[in-house]
């Protein structure tokens, strides 16, 4: 029987730890060796044995989340899940969690809402699932639960395999976990002409703003949190907003994109294959798709419908990806043009766009 991923929960809220270990515990492939109160407590457990994964709030008493954090990658480099509320004030301290070596960012379960505990129940097994493949080293086969929905729930699928072709482009981008840090060197290697860029990166609500913030300051073309009707324009790339689908619509030869509510597709919201559908759908042969590190296998159904629209699809490889589930999907539905180191991927994208022209 495959050894369990051993889990070790630090928040200062008991009834935070309560409902979270019992989340956790209800997976096959999981097991809860404890809980702490503060990184005081989980620095005692650290002692006495190492886990997997920790899940670590922020805001704590005694020390706090980031202190932790980064005396913990200096002295054990263990696979850590931020678990916060994220509120607006906080989601730069979250995304500086990132920066400091965590893994992935899940929000705390709304308790008052069950639909709610629900979808974040998959989410948060997910994340740390994606942690521990994270850390580098052989592990067990990871229960991997099936996703509810697809991208139906949201768009139908084209009903077209092409489209006229013009001189507008689309590139169109899905990410998860790593994806972070990827997307920031992917942007930052980007010429300020570069054609529109629509992105999906699975991250909470709130947080999706303070991230295109910075890479709008460190990048050369411009990023933002994308708005519904935004237009896609040479030179930007929009982002979606978390816990929001992200759409590519086509009015004449200008592209914009629309917010929508929606299910969970693939167990996750916005859904990269909800985005890739709806390229498919709107852009075709003018679209080039982009699938980069992430757990699961949102995107790849998307990409195959955009391969057969005749869009040129790229897929980060498995070495400068933290986890490589989402391109390895893509790769093995036979969706993918090129397989690409991170570093590779900005200069083929020009490679391809000149082609066109």
């Known amino acids: 029987m495959p050894k369990k991923i051993k889990v070790l929960i630090v928040d200062d809220s008991a009834l935070v730890r309560q409902t979270l270990e019992a989340?956790?515990?209800?997976?096959?492939?999981?097991?809860?060796?404890?809980?702490a109160t503060?990184?005081?407590?989980?620095?005692?457990k650290l002692c006495i044995d190492i886990p997997d994964v920790i899940t670590l709030d922020i805001e704590m008493p005694r020390m706090d989340g980031l202190t932790f954090l980064?005396?913990?990658?200096?002295q054990y480099p263990i696979p850590v899940v931020i678990c916060s509320s994220l509120s607006k004030k906080g989601s730069e301290t979250a995304f500086k969690a990132l920066e400091y070596g965590a893994v992935d960012i899940i929000q705390k379960p709304c308790l008052g809402t069950k639909k709610f505990l629900e979808e974040a129940r998959i989410a948060i097994c997910d994340a740390v699932k994606a942690a521990a493949l994270a850390r580098g080293k052989k592990r067990p086969k990871i229960h991997v639960v099936e996703?509810?929905?697809?991208?139906?729930?949201?768009?139908?699928?084209?009903?077209?395999?092409?489209?006229?072709?013009?001189?507008?482009?689309?590139?169109v981008v899905g990410a998860s976990t790593g994806g972070t840090e990827a997307l920031r060197i992917l942007l930052e290697a980007l010429p300020a002409d570069v054609p529109g860029i629509v992105i999906v990166q699975h991250?909470?609500?709130?947080?999706?703003?303070?991230?295109?913030?910075?890479?709008?300051?460190?990048?050369?073309?411009?990023?933002?949190?994308?708005?519904?009707?935004?237009?896609v324009l040479r030179g930007r790339a929009l982002i979606a907003p978390g816990n929001r689908h992200l759409l590519l619509k086509r009015s004449g030869a200008q592209y914009y994109v629309e917010i929508k509510d929606g299910p969970l597709v693939c167990r996750h919201r916005p859904s990269v294959d909800v985005l890739f559908?709806?390229?498919?759908?709107?852009?075709g042969k003018n679209a080039l798709g982009i699938i980069m590190t992430g757990m699961g296998d949102d995107g790849a159904r998307g990409m195959h419908e955009l391969k057969l629209g005749g869009a040129?699809?790229?897929?980060?490889?498995?070495?400068?990806?933290?986890v490589f589930g989402m391109p390895n999907e893509a790769i093995k539905l036979g969706?993918?043009?090129?397989?690409?180191?991170?570093?590779?991927?900005?200069?083929?994208?020009?490679?391809v766009c000149n082609n066109w022209q």
């Open 23 to 35: 989340v956790l515990s209800a997976d096959p492939a999981i097991e809860v060796m404890g809980t």
């Open 38 to 44: 503060d990184p005081y407590s989980a620095a005692k």
């Open 70 to 74: 980064q005396k913990l990658m200096s």
């Open 147 to 171: 996703p509810k929905l697809t991208a139906d729930a949201v768009l139908p699928m084209p009903n077209s395999r092409a489209m006229i072709q013009t001189t507008e482009k689309v590139v």
């Open 203 to 231: 991250m909470p609500e709130h947080f999706t703003a303070a991230f295109a913030k910075r890479l709008d300051a460190i990048c050369r073309i411009s990023v933002k949190e994308a708005e519904n009707n935004d237009t």
């Open 277 to 283: 559908r709806s390229a498919a759908r709107y852009a």
């Open 312 to 322: 040129f699809n790229i897929a980060q490889d498995e070495k400068s990806c933290v």
């Open 335 to 351: 969706a993918v043009d090129r397989t690409l180191s991170l570093e590779e991927i900005a200069p083929e994208i020009l490679r």
